[in-house]
């Protein structure tokens, strides 16, 4: 009787637990967002090579004031010098780059455009020559960006830049120590 009683509560658990469990994995199957591969979109690509056109001509032109509106308001830049908040603040450290290291040339490769919801990321290399003290600097990196809609146009939300890292010169060869003559 124990056992036929054991048996009937443990099926009739299981069978209220079973339509918790579906509402859980559906709940979570609709949580799931979808992200969708842009690039061979022809509108997307559209849209984004225009505002990448808008930023490395920005760029080229060491023009911060240009550069600016291409973020939202409460957009980031992370930078090896810093974290910049606000648009203003990115607009003053990129006037402020432009003034010290004026870029001479400026270019990018992006990998990958993809979109989730109403947002999208990419990732990518750039490369420029900035113009030092001394003369010509080749500098390089790598990128990511998260872009948002405002409006009829796509603003960066949030940009990672990092730098690659200068290799320096193998350390020159030093000489072998000669053999002493041997005390004979």
Same mark, same amino acid.
């Given at each position: 009787m124990k056992k036929r009683l054991l048996g009937a509560l443990a099926g009739l658990a299981i069978s209220f637990a079973l %339509?918790? $469990? #579906? =509402? =859980?994995? /559906? +709940?979570a199957d609709r949580g799931i967002v979808q992200q969708r591969d842009?690039?061979? !979109?022809p509108e997307a690509l559209g849209e984004f090579g225009e505002l990448w056109r808008k *930023? /490395? *001509?920005a760029y080229n032109n060491n023009n911060a004031a240009a550069l600016a509106p291409l973020f939202t308001e409460d957009a980031v830049l992370l930078a090896p010098d810093?974290? $910049?908040f606000g648009r203003q603040a990115i607009e003053q450290r990129y006037a402020d780059v432009f003034r =010290?290291? %004026?870029i001479t040339t400026f270019s990018r490769d992006r990998y990958g455009l993809n979109a989730i919801d109403n947002a999208a990321w990419s990732v990518g290399e750039w490369f420029g020559t900035l113009q030092g003290e001394t003369g010509p600097v080749l500098v390089g990196g790598y990128e990511s #960006?998260?872009? !948002? +809609? *405002?409006? /009829?146009a796509w603003k960066i939300r949030m940009l990672t830049v990092s730098e690659k890292p200068q290799l320096a010169p193998p %350390? #020159? #060869?030093?000489p072998s120590p000669t053999a002493s003559p041997s005390n004979q």
């Open positions: %339509p918790s $469990f #579906a =509402q =859980q994995k /559906d +709940r842009l690039i061979g !979109v *930023e /490395d *001509e810093g974290m $910049f =010290q290291w %004026p #960006a998260i872009y !948002v +809609r *405002e409006g /009829d %350390p #020159a #060869a030093t």
